[in-house]
């Protein structure tokens, strides 16, 4: 069975602070996405990497899959308050028909 | 907006109630799905539409019922529930069941049941 882990569960920082959440497996995915979930609302996708070692930037936001494609990393620089939500990473397997599978999310606190 | 769309977004039931949740996405996708998310607890698939047809119910008790009506409308029938079945239930659609489709979801319905 797949699994997808996120670390740390739980962050809380102050503003204009910098930060990496990880996501981890010991599978191997095809692609992996990563959402952001504010309180009361959806997940809403902020990326997808598909390569080994395929580095993406979104602003602040750098994305980077690791070389085995079994693991993943999140940095923000200079952390904003609204950048408090939930972070999750999600993992499709290796074959077309393979299940997307969900971490269980870094919650993120920023305070001003 | 992502183009998927829920109501009710907020949902209080006895557990003697009878209800449903709705998703309609304006995505042409033709994969939908049924999430639920509880806390501290990764999200749960609960089922999957692809075309129309169910093609995965991971052992849901059956006191939720789906339906798939078309392509662009999922629903989520919903009796005699117990109080763990309280939680956020998303919908989410991709362009069908293959791999490397996105997911997009909806804004989920909060569910309470007492």
């Known amino acids: 069975t797949q699994l997808l882990e996120q670390s740390p569960q739980f962050l809380s920082i102050q503003e204009g602070e910098n930060l990496t959440v990880y996501c981890n497996s010991s599978?191997?995915?095809?692609?992996l996405q990563w959402y952001r979930q504010e309180p009361g609302e959806g997940p809403v996708l902020l990326v997808t990497v598909v390569t080994g070692g395929e580095v993406k930037k979104l602003k602040r936001l750098t994305f980077q899959f690791g070389d085995a494609r079994k693991d993943s990393s999140l940095h923000i620089t200079a952390a904003q308050p609204g950048d408090t939500g939930l972070y999750l990473c999600?993992?499709?397997?290796?074959?077309?028909?393979?299940?997307?599978?969900f971490g269980p999310g870094t919650s993120l606190s920023v305070i001003p | 907006e992502t183009g998927v769309t829920q109501t009710p977004r907020h949902l209080v039931m006895g557990m003697t109630n009878k209800k449903s949740l709705k998703c309609e996405q304006h995505l042409g996708h033709n994969a939908m799905y049924w999430y639920k998310q509880s806390a501290k607890k990764p999200l749960e698939l609960m089922f999957v539409y692809n075309f129309k047809e169910q093609t995965e119910n991971n052992s849901v008790p059956s006191r939720f019922s789906p339906e798939c009506p078309n392509s662009s409308h999922l629903f989520l029938h919903l009796h005699t529930l117990q109080p763990e079945d309280s939680a956020l239930y998303l919908c989410?659609?991709?362009?069908?069941?293959?791999?490397?489709?996105?997911?997009?979801f909806g804004a989920g319905t909060r569910l309470s049941v007492l």
């Open positions: 599978s191997v995915f095809s692609s």
């Open positions: 989410a659609s991709s362009q069908d069941r293959q791999g490397g489709n996105i997911q997009y």
């Open positions: 999600a993992g499709q397997g290796k074959t077309s028909y393979d299940k997307v599978i």
